[in-house]
């Protein structure tokens, strides 16, 4: 039996951020407003042991995971690397998040703990869920004394193989309620189109005048706005997504070295033994999830997403908290 480790780190100013090895986990995040309230924005369970079992284990949220070897979704069940076909796992064809035993539901080893910084990593086996190649995977956590959240993951394989890592935290600013009253802005253009199975078609649809237009900060609920579960394709703008909420006064701005973020917001969680007593409404949270385009192995015009030996992987992410 693998062991179950819940790591804490912390900066001087207002960040503190609990981890699991399991999945690869961010459990809590807790900031520091300016007047001293403490705000746990990131949704996570009661227990790092209540990831392991039901409910929990019966519900697909990834909730806080980090997510490989394929972040997001392809069509399928298979892709082809230099003339071989590679069958992996899939539900009626769609292949998400890695698979039924992606990098979420594995225990991953404590390589580093500081007090601002851990870091873990994966050895993801040549083969597993059908990806070729033996892979090695670490997952980068990092609280700056800017009060940034800093998520890095980087790879390396014997084998070329797809790869598309992404951290999968669920956040409300006010760690409480909806988020439809928070601001959001993110500076794109662009959005992918999918089919009724939310697989990319491989059309890129201009947001202006669509309700994936959000470059302007306003609150998330519009007329509009029925929830996302969407690609963005993010401008060359540094600054990539904003997220405010006048009840907290906590604003968390968004930087990525990806050309696409995938946005989540489930209308309602499950019932769930999440550490703030469920005290969530209609559509809790959102996922900000940086990543390469989904589905990219199969779409040869998408940004390439086959790593080689030799190569490095490396996604890196930034939440930044400011305090109004």
Known sequence: ?????VITIKNNEALEMTISNFG?????????????EIFDVAAGLKEASNYLESPYSNVKLFLGNSIGRYAGRISKGEFMIDDSVYKIEHQDGVHLHGGENGFFNRFWSVK???????VLTYHSKNLEEGYPGNLNVE????LTPKNEVKISYKATTD?????????????????????LDHELQINS??????????????????SKGTSFDRNEKAKIKREDFKGFDDTFVFNDKQLKASLYSAESGINMDIYSNQPAMVVYTPEKFPNLPFSNDNQFGTFPAICFEPQNFPDAPNKKYFPNSILKPGETYLNEMIFAFTFG
Do not use: C, W
């Open 1 to 5: 039996m693998e062991k179950l480790e």
């Open 24 to 36: 690869a986990t961010v459990i809590g995040l807790k900031v520091k407003n300016s007047i001293g």
């Open 112 to 118: 580093e703990v500081k007090e601002n910084r851990a």
């Open 139 to 142: 997952a980068i956590f990092e």
């Open 159 to 179: 084998q070329a193989t797809p790869v598309n890592l992404t951290s999968h935290v669920y956040l409300n600013l006010n760690g409480k309620g909806s988020i």
């Open 189 to 206: 253009d662009f959005y992918l189109e999918v089919d009724s199975q939310l697989i990319p078609t491989g059309k890129l649809n201009k």
